[in-house]
């Protein structure tokens, strides 16, 4: 009797249904017991040819995930020069030239560090290219394998804030937008440990670093609402690689004023082209999006009027957002709960008081103060400083909320608080400065300069030593050599003195006595000079009463 055959889609079948059991299960069995009974033969006959089919089908080469162009190293090899020179054209729209054109650059040879490589002509495909860098994970289509970040979290409140910055969708306040293209932003703190969020409304065009001052003073400084108890000096503040992250005003106003540690959250520039920054800051642009999507988006019934009634609107939210339960399993409470239960044993630091710290926040510009005492600020705020700083380049401590304006002149000496400028004076009254000691001064040096006299001989006075007059050098030279326009040079033969003589006298030499013609001669004899030759012609010819 002929053994019978299990078809080949019956078998992949049964491989299916026995993918989807657990090894050693009684549902496996049971599967291949349906079988045996479907085609009435015994079990051992189904496994066996299931296995054979398994070995046939499944198994592949023997030599499968090698290459057979090249020894498994040096395809790795050929494989990495691929992708470095994929991942160099890389661009920040994700663009990166082809295997195709990468396998070409490599076969015309390049060099990497002190080394060179050339890909043998013809030996690597395209299709072979592509396969090896999904084997070895290296890109996936056309995009490169990133390294994953970790994410971090900190141990206690107020040791990390996190604060950045983000357009508001809001756009305007009122009814009308402003003209001079200021915008509704959010300057927002979030605690690193317990999520708490306090956020504020500014315009401004950009991120604004006096802005953000302001929002990081509201949110370290008590809250009207003693519900809300979030403030303190955090340990650190982690900002993005923006305009307040790269500002020297801040580092220096949280950093060595209040003691705090400035962190700027890494590009994927600065990590580089494989590494993407870290994804902590997801919790403050978690916040942004449901400031949007969950207060913001109610505007569209109210708006409010101004700046300052959104920004009473948005406390308010922001105490029922930070009473709800903790988003994190595991931790009971609310966002501010677990802030004020999560605080070091020391407790937080207190902020100091507003006038300290806009005094710290006063950053130093350099003016010429006006011949008039004045200086203008930028804002086109005039103010009146001493008189003795007047024409000098002076630096100048000014910022918001401090009265009046501080200078330094270049001795390290400060002066003021200048008020701001009074209104000009009449016309008709007169008004002058009370003199200072460095009027009293200049007036003293304008009068010698007046009465001064210095004799005649400090002009020309010849103030050598003897042996410096005595002092002869010996140089060499060369002589000159070029042509002289007004200086004739003498006659080199007699020839050139009968043309000279017919050019002077228009008669040829040749046509005169022969008396003339030998005294001429001697003449010759006697100079070569040109302005000498001419006298004594005119004086020979005239005795002969050749010329007048």
Partial sequence: ???????????????????????????????????????QIAEYTVRRQYNQWINISLKGRSDKGSSRIAPKAEMEHWIIMVAAVQLATHNKKGHICSTRRAIEVLENSVGYGDKKFCLPKGKLTVSTANRWLKILRIRDGRKFRIIVPIHFRAENSNQLWQVDTSPSDAKYFGDRKRSDGKTPQFYAVTDDHSGVVYAAYRETRDEDVQAGLEVLYETMAPKKDASFPFQGIPNCFYFDPGR?????????????????????????????KLKKASRAKGKIERSFRTLKTDFESLFHFHRPRNVVEANEWLFKYLLTFNSRPHPEPGVQGSRIHVWANGLPTSGYRQVCDEDTFWSYVAEPENYVVGPDARIIMGNKTVYVVSPDLAGERVEVWHAADIQGLFVKDVYGKVHGPYPVALKPVSAGDFRQHRKTERDRIMEKIVAIAESLTIPQEAIYADRRTPEQKDLTYQLRYTPFTGPEPFRQKDFASLRDFNQRFFDWFKKPMGTLPQKVQHELEEAFEETQNPDKLWQKSQTILRNHHLVR
């Fill in 1 to 39: 009797m002929p053994q019978k055959t299990i078809p080949v889609e019956r078998l992949m079948v049964l491989h299916e249904s026995l993918m989807r059991s657990p090894p050693y299960s009684n549902e496996r069995r049971q599967e291949i017991l349906n079988v045996a009974k479907e085609y």
């Fill in 244 to 272: 307040m992250g790269r500002s020297p005003l801040i580092k220096k106003v949280l950093e060595d004023r209040l003691g705090g540690e400035v962190r700027v959250h890494q590009s994927d520039k600065a990590t580089g």
